[in-house]
């Protein structure tokens, strides 16, 4: 069986996620306490479901506890087990509770929204290091609803290397491993002419193909990745981002990302372009 958790904080997309998953097959229940995780997998083990989705957040903060312990037992078990644990910049979560004028599920009774953020920070900041972190800021529901498949579709049992551009004045995401800046690089964005396409394009990968400084930027990041990566590998991480960025994250971060990705191909990649899908 193939569990996935989902959890994080409130506005951060969890019940994207979680309708995502349902489409792409996956028996979803929203909610559940910790606690009840071992009976509710042999339930519908009995029931022949295959694959599970299962939300548990601080809606049933008394059990989160008990979570780590829990999760030890269904691995036992030989459960596939992973957690995305999802979040935002404050800013953010402040902003999308504002435009949808939902109240925080912990604010109310004389705490606001912002403090009551910050205490859901603090309930769950043991669990956020349980898997996969996943920062929304800046993402559309579609960019969230495609990253979570992805990160599904990889095969658990081998280390993920993601490979993530991003624009410093959209700020920095929060669940990057390693981080690159590479602002110093020559800026296509001051040709008018090349101003338009992205890193993937073909104008630009002219444009910096022939930029000695760009090679020896490349060079040095995956010089370290491969000089560490192996380290990573053998304390049994199921993922590490490299992010990389530049100004608005559209060029010289986005070109370097395509080119660090293809650099190891004996390692299951993937490839996220923060800036270049927000719409």
Known sequence: MRLILISGLSGSGKSVALRALEDAGFYCVDNLPATMLPEAMSLYADFGYEDIAISVDTR????????????????????????????????????????????HPLSGSGVTVEEGIRLEQEMLADIQELGIRLDTSELSANS??????????ADSSRLT?????????????????????VRCLPNPYYDHALRP???????????????????????????????????????????????VGCTGGQHRSVYITERLARAFPEWQVLVRHRQLYRQ
């Open 60 to 103: 049933s903060a008394p059990s989160l506890g008990a979570l780590p312990k829990e999760l030890e037992k269904l691995q036992q078990r030989s459960v596939d087990v992973r957690l995305l644990f999802l979040e935002a910049r404050n800013e953010t979560l402040v902003k999308r509770f504002s435009e949808t004028r939902r109240r």
């Open 144 to 153: 969230l609803r495609s990253w979570v498949r992805e990160l599904v579709d």
């Open 161 to 181: 290397l993601i490979f993530e551009s991003f624009g410093f004045k959209h700020g920095v995401p929060q669940n990057a491993d390693f981080m690159f800046d």
């Open 197 to 243: 396409f992205t890193g993937r394009d073909q104008p630009i990968i002219d444009f910096f193909q022939d930029k000695p400084a760009v090679a020896a930027m490349t060079a040095d990041i995956q010089a370290m990745i491969t000089k560490w990566l192996p380290c990573f590998s053998k304390e049994n991480r199921s993922y590490l981002t490299v992010a």
